[in-house]
């Protein structure tokens, strides 16, 4: 992951509680609006396909064109 995949993740997860999870598009941006998320977030996940239930913030991230983690780098 980048650095721009980090801060990007980072403040989708700030605007998806974990409680959340699974959930629909609908659902999390209902969740995301009542936190009063800012609109840039708010369209991302507007964006997201209806018809997935995304199981966590990676799965959200890398749904939106983000990166994800290369497990062979870790230490």
């Given at each position: 992951?980048?650095?721009?995949d980090?801060?990007?993740?980072?403040?989708?997860?700030?605007?998806?509680?974990?409680?959340?999870?699974?959930?629909?598009?609908?659902?999390?941006?209902?969740?995301?609006?009542?936190?009063?998320?800012?609109?840039?977030?708010?369209?991302?996940l507007?964006?997201?396909?209806?018809?997935?239930?995304?199981?966590?913030?990676?799965?959200?991230?890398?749904?939106?064109?983000?990166?994800?983690?290369?497990?062979?780098?870790?230490a």
């Open positions: 992951m980048t650095s721009a980090v801060s990007g993740r980072a403040e989708i997860a700030r605007w998806l509680q974990p409680r959340e999870f699974p959930a629909t598009r609908e659902r999390l941006v209902e969740s995301a609006r009542g936190l009063r998320a800012p609109d840039p977030v708010v369209r991302a507007e964006s997201l396909p209806r018809e997935h239930a995304f199981q966590n913030v990676q799965e959200v991230w890398q749904r939106l064109g983000g990166g994800s983690e290369d497990p062979t780098h870790r």
